[in-house]
């Protein structure tokens, strides 16, 4: 096998553990891609992520393997959450494990309400937005929606002056590195890049990876620094098949893989 073919998981056929293996082997594949640059973003971000990355370097040293890592994290959420995290022939929603592995109770934006008729304002106070992204439920069509509905969003407070509805504005103090949309609920479409406008000029965010799920199994696409499309099945080994080029994906393709419905979508900023 060339060495730049990306690797994944093998399935644990005992301990069902397919949510497992399709997210860490895209946050995998990003780690390789810079492992200086990621270990630093993954490590900041919190603690499981932090306990990951030294995963991902012993596993660099040949004192682990990728899917012991797998276990022990594993272990620490199934001790956590022993209902959402279970072993056996049960399954687990990946996006709970997303949730989970990213969680930080750290304020990392500002929430403002506004309005957009006037100049009524009121102060911004500190808030924690979780880089799981849902948006808001029947106005988001698209990945790129889902952020703009997450950042910008009508409350139910009326403006003193104009009474019109006030917006919540929420505004991240750094962009982060990386954001995962849950793509399922709603069929929202898996956006190829999203460009974010802030105060120092636009974060373009590429598509890194994307979960499907169905027949009571997820698996996964990564996606390469040369925009190469690598399927990845756990139950079929740890290799990865070539698909394509990004580019060659219609957005509507990117939600569908092998009859399965894309459930999580993963973007990095350059």
């Avoid at 709970?96 to 750290?106: D, G, Q």
């Avoid at 009508?154 to 849950?182: A, G, N, Q, W």
């Amino acid at each position: 096998m060339h060495l730049d073919e990306p690797q994944g998981l093998i399935w644990d056929s005992e301990n069902y553990s397919c949510a497992y293996d399709s997210l860490f082997s895209i946050l995998w594949n990003i780690w390789q891609e810079d492992a200086t640059k990621w270990s630093q973003i993954f490590s900041g971000m919190s603690a499981r992520m932090s306990n990951l990355v030294q995963g991902f370097t012993n596993i660099d040293d040949h004192v682990i393997s990728i899917e012991r890592l797998r276990n022990n994290l594993r272990q620490s959420l199934h001790q956590d959450f022993p209902d959402l995290f279970p072993y056996g022939h049960q399954g687990a929603s990946v996006v709970e494990l997303a949730e989970k592995m990213f969680h930080n109770e750290v304020p990392n934006t500002t929430l403002q309400l506004q309005c957009s008729m006037c100049d009524f304002f009121k102060e911004s106070t500190d808030h924690h937005l979780s880089l799981v992204i849902h948006g808001v439920p029947r106005v988001s069509a698209t990945t790129r929606d889902q952020l703009r509905t997450t950042l910008v969003n009508d409350s139910r407070e009326l403006c003193p002056e104009c009474v019109r509805p006030l917006e919540h504005i929420v505004t991240f103090y750094d962009m982060p590195k990386i954001l995962i949309f849950s793509v399922s609920e709603h069929n929202i479409v898996i956006s190829h890049t999203i460009n974010v406008r802030t105060a120092n000029g636009i974060n373009k965010y590429y598509l890194k990876g994307i979960i499907y799920h169905g027949g009571f199994h997820f698996t996964a696409c990564l996606i390469r620094q040369d925009q190469t499309v690598w399927f990845h099945d756990g139950q079929l080994g740890r290799n990865c098949l070539l698909e394509s080029r990004v580019k060659e994906f219609s957005v509507a393709d990117l939600n569908y893989c092998n009859d399965r419905n894309a459930c999580l979508a993963i973007y990095t900023q350059d």
